[in-house]
């Protein structure tokens, strides 16, 4: 009997069109027109490791979120997990804290945040663990300002083969 998990089919659907997206928007360095698949050289796509480690519980907090003690870089960051993040977000604080200092100018991005628009730099995490559950390579964002605590979004959560939330707390499952 084969079981398929919904959030499993979902992430998938996610990764296919992310793909198929990132396929198009391939471009010419010089002119900007789009390239064909076939006129650029070959290359060795990786997919990212699965999570690891073991199922961990994280208690819901007495505001109503899930907060949780994540290691980062090797030090421990509290965080706001927040499944409607795409990305792990680092307050600036946090991120100079773990050793991860952008320069100003790769401060490209912008986000929405409580307090207005910020700037945001992307940067790549070596390893982010919540208890048992660890994923390396995960993709995140520095908030330049106006992010009142760091969140864990989905570049960490969908690494997960699953998560699930109950009325105690969130189940976190490499």
């Known amino acids: 009997m084969i079981r398929i998990d919904l959030q499993s089919v979902v992430v998938l659907g996610a990764s296919l069109a992310a793909s ?3 396929a198009l928007a391939i471009r010419h360095l010089d002119g ?3 390239a064909l698949a076939a006129a650029q050289p070959e290359r060795l796509v990786v997919a ?3 999570a690891s480690g ?3 519980q ?3 907090g007495p505001d109503g979120h899930y907060w949780a003690q994540a290691t980062i870089e090797g030090r421990a960051v509290r965080v706001l997990i927040d499944t409607g993040a795409s990305v792990v977000a680092l307050t600036r604080a946090d991120a100079r804290r773990l050793g991860v200092d952008p ?4 401060f490209t991005g912008r986000v929405q945040t409580a307090s207005g628009l910020a700037r945001t730099a992307p940067v790549e995490l070596a390893a982010v663990s919540v208890a048992g559950a660890r994923v390396e390579r995960v993709q995140a964002l520095v908030v330049e300002d106006g992010l009142a605590y ?12 699953a998560f699930e939330a109950t009325p105690a707390g969130l189940t976190l499952r490499p």
Do not use: C, I, N, Q
């Open 20 to 22: 198929f997206a990132t």
């Open 32 to 34: 900007g027109e789009p």
């Open 48 to 50: 990212p490791a699965p």
């Open 54 to 56: 073991t199922a961990t």
């Open 58 to 60: 994280v208690v819901k």
């Open 103 to 106: 320069e100003p100018d790769a």
């Open 150 to 161: 760091s969140l864990l979004g989905m570049s960490y959560l969908g690494r997960l083969s």
